[in-house]
């Protein structure tokens, strides 16, 4: 069986069983196949026994070529290690977007930019496919699992929105490629959107779940679950199947809520009730529902959100760049409202700087409520690790013994990082990170980046046809106007 050790100047495990706070100076942790063996401090008699068991083929990071002679001394890696990042809210086709419709509200932005490049792909698929030797929907997934790669993340929720749904296996294969781990909440629109992607009737889309749940339920590293769009694009009916499906499947159910402050307003008037009042009304809402974004927050919506035990997954990058504006976390932790910090997509973050994406979290509560004593570096680096493992269910988010060997090491070389010391690591890596300083990830037990170097992606390639995919959505925006199809408009 395969082994892989690695020994860092820091480790921060974040593990219940060492203690959330635990910081260790002069660590190491062993993987055995896809779990995480040992993690502790280092002990030169207990690696030598590591070292000599002929039984497994030994990989030691930050080796050449990962072997050791029995006589020297495994290296120290002067880096943290950390356990891989997990993201609770994302879309894995908006990479090729990163800069595009900037300075517009949500509904705007959707239309002008994710709706028109999806749309983009379904109308060229078979040019496109020619052209690249590949579906163009697989070259954005697997260009997104290197955003997340680069960023440490090796877990997450992918929200498989509008002409996205019809193209899950293209995303199951980016992330065989990749070695992580996501769960794929599959789109529904029955109104309010695009008319070319409409589930008319219902059946439509529980079929699809169906038939996607039978063709991968065997995949170790994908779960497949129901993922609505929006409450405004679902109607009752379809959003009452879609959560009966989940019940039956006993997966978890995905969904935006609240996002935008004209499109909250519109719904409210229209439908008499927000869409969390809603939700709950339909029976929609439990401890399996977690909704992204939540940031129009009434009282009677954080009581809902308290009694059903739903959990929220807060983007502040995407909410600040698109004019949302912020959910009020300080609730939410007062009421025990479970919340994980995420990304969303590229196209309205513009990355997947999940460490980015902490940070500001942290700095807008601290700025809006005048206190700098609330959420705290350790705060928001479990939201990003624990707290979204947990609300997900995965046997991730720690360094621990019996979870999955999901490993980032981040390099405290840097400029930026230098110093670092124990008593900091965790400030640091919050506060003064770039956030791109991951010199080794391994995920599910395999080593997919090698001192900065990507292992199982040909990223210059990749990145290279991403760049020209670009480049020919650009010039097809020139001759084809967006529709406007998303929800309610800025003029109603």
Not at 241 to 267: P, R, V
Request: negative net charge.
């Amino acid at each position: 069986m395969k082994r892989i050790l690695i020994r860092t100047r820091l480790l921060v495990p974040l593990s219940d069983s060492l203690g959330r706070e635990t910081r260790i100076e002069d660590g190491y942790v062993l993987t055995e196949g896809v779990l995480i063996k040992e993690v502790g401090k280092f002990n030169p008699e207990r690696i030598d026994k590591i070292l000599n068991d002929s039984k497994f083929d030994l990989t030691v990071l930050g080796t050449k070529d990962g072997q050791i002679n029995r006589s020297e001394e495994v290296p120290q890696i002067n880096g943290v290690a950390l356990p891989g990042f997990v993201k609770a809210h994302g879309h894995d086709h908006e990479s090729p977007l990163i800069g595009m419709a900037k300075d517009v509200p949500l509904t705007t932005w959707l239309d002008e930019a994710v709706n028109h490049f999806t749309g983009f792909l379904h109308e060229e698929e078979k040019t496109l496919t020619e052209r690249f030797g590949c579906s163009p929907y697989y070259l954005t997934y697997l260009k997104a699992r290197i955003d997340d790669l680069q960023h440490g993340i090796t877990t997450a929720v992918v929200h498989h929105c509008n002409f996205n749904k019809y193209h899950v296996p293209e995303l199951v294969e980016a992330n065989r490629v990749a070695k992580t781990k996501i769960t794929i909440a599959v789109g529904s629109q029955d109104r309010h959107y695009d008319p070319r992607i409409l589930d008319t009737p219902p059946e439509v889309a529980i079929n699809r779940m169906d038939e996607l749940y039978e063709k991968f339920k065997d995949e170790s590293d994908v779960r497949i679950i129901p993922g609505p769009d929006q409450f405004f694009s679902n109607g009752p009916e379809l959003l009452k199947q879609l959560k009966i499906w989940a019940d039956d499947h006993q997966t978890m159910i995905h969904i935006h809520s609240s996002e935008e402050y004209a499109t909250t307003q519109w719904f409210t008037k229209e439908y008499g009730m927000t869409p969390i009042a809603y939700a709950d009304s339909i029976g929609f809402l439990d401890k399996n529902t977690f909704v992204g974004h939540q940031v129009q927050s009434s009282e009677e919506d954080i009581e809902i959100l308290t009694k059903t035990k739903t959990s929220v997954v807060h983007n502040p990058l995407a909410n600040t760049i698109l004019g949302s504006g912020m959910p009020p976390l300080q609730k939410f932790k007062e009421k025990n409202i479970p919340f994980a910090i995420s990304t969303d997509g590229s196209g309205s973050a513009d990355n997947q700087n999940i460490i980015n994406a902490a940070r500001l979290a942290a700095q807008y509560q601290k700025a809006f409520h005048k206190d700098a004593t609330m959420m705290t570096a350790q705060d928001v680096l479990e939201r990003i690790t624990i707290v979204p493992s947990q609300i997900l269910n995965y046997n991730t988010g720690s360094l621990s013994n019996g979870l999955s060997a999901d490993i980032t090491v981040v390099d405290l070389s840097a400029p930026n990082l230098t110093p670092t010391r124990i008593d900091n690591v965790i400030e640091n890596l919050i506060w003064a990170a770039n956030g791109n300083e991951m010199k080794y990830v391994i995920s599910n037990g395999e080593i997919v980046i090698n001192d900065y170097q990507f292992v199982t992606i040909d990223i210059n390639n990749v990145l290279k046809q991403i760049q020209e995919l670009s480049e020919l959505f650009y010039a097809y925006k020139q001759k084809k106007t967006a529709t406007k199809a998303t929800g309610i408009r800025d003029s109603e």
